[in-house]
């Protein structure tokens, strides 16, 4: 699976858009981009995925770029109870099992 | 719907003793996937049981074992406890081959 490189850490005011970015350099052609958060002492929570077109949700929209080679996850108005770890993880096929967490990015929202 | 659910949700062992610890995967799900998250890091993959059987598996060593039941419960082993076992162990279910992996809350083990 492809390797991901994503900030350590990023705040985000209470209310405004957080965009979360992701670069996957080494995509290859079949591998999709999975989303999932982790609030503290909880387990992971998926949130959106995608292969080449943008997505959108009701957690979240994903933004591929035409390349491929890097995505954002927007959460468009953050609130309190969206701090938590987010990965990023590119993975072959959907339904995949063995998803590789790298160390993600650590969104605290602001007051 | 209950979700994912695991026990237990905290214990304590001594290095060399063995633990057991259980998931009963979402309803409708068929597929249990198990992952060990140590403190400050990403869940890492153990392996995954479908149809009773382990189809994957990561790069975890033979002490750890598992099972799939018919009603699609699971069961994590660990022989020969180490200092270094203590983690969260996570359990998740999916449908296989398709959809996103559906997270319990984990079972912390702390090896003293």
């Known amino acids: 699976d492809a390797k991901t490189t994503q900030p350590p850490s990023m705040d985000c005011a209470e209310g405004r858009a957080a965009n979360l970015p992701c670069n996957h350099s080494?995509?290859?052609?079949?591998?999709?981009v999975y989303w999932y958060r982790q609030i503290h002492s909880q387990g992971p929570q998926y949130i959106i995925h995608g292969l080449k077109n943008n997505e959108t949700n009701e957690m979240a929209s994903l933004i591929i770029t035409e390349d491929r080679k890097s995505s954002t996850l927007i959460l468009p108005h953050a609130t309190l109870r969206d701090t938590a770890v987010y990965y990023c993880i590119v993975t072959r096929g959907a339904g995949s099992y063995q998803l590789t967490f790298g160390k993600g990015t650590k969104l605290s929202v602001i007051p | 719907d209950a979700g994912v659910t695991q026990s237990p949700t905290h214990l304590i062992k001594t290095r060399g003793q063995q633990v057991t610890l259980r998931c009963s995967p979402k309803s409708g799900h068929d597929t249990v996937s198990w992952y060990q998250q140590a403190l400050g890091q990403g869940p890492q993959f153990i392996f995954q049981?479908?149809?009773?059987?382990?189809?994957q598996r990561g790069n975890f060593p033979d002490r750890f074992s598992g099972h799939q039941f018919p009603n699609y419960s699971s069961e994590l082993n660990v022989n020969a406890l180490l200092l270094g076992d203590s983690a969260l162990y996570l359990c998740?279910?999916?449908?296989?081959?398709?959809?996103?992996?559906?997270f319990g809350e984990g079972s912390r083990l702390t090896v003293l």
């Open positions: 080494t995509i290859s052609g079949n591998e999709y």
């Open positions: 998740a279910s999916s449908i296989h081959r398709a959809g996103e992996l559906f």
């Open positions: 049981y479908y149809e009773e059987e382990e189809r």
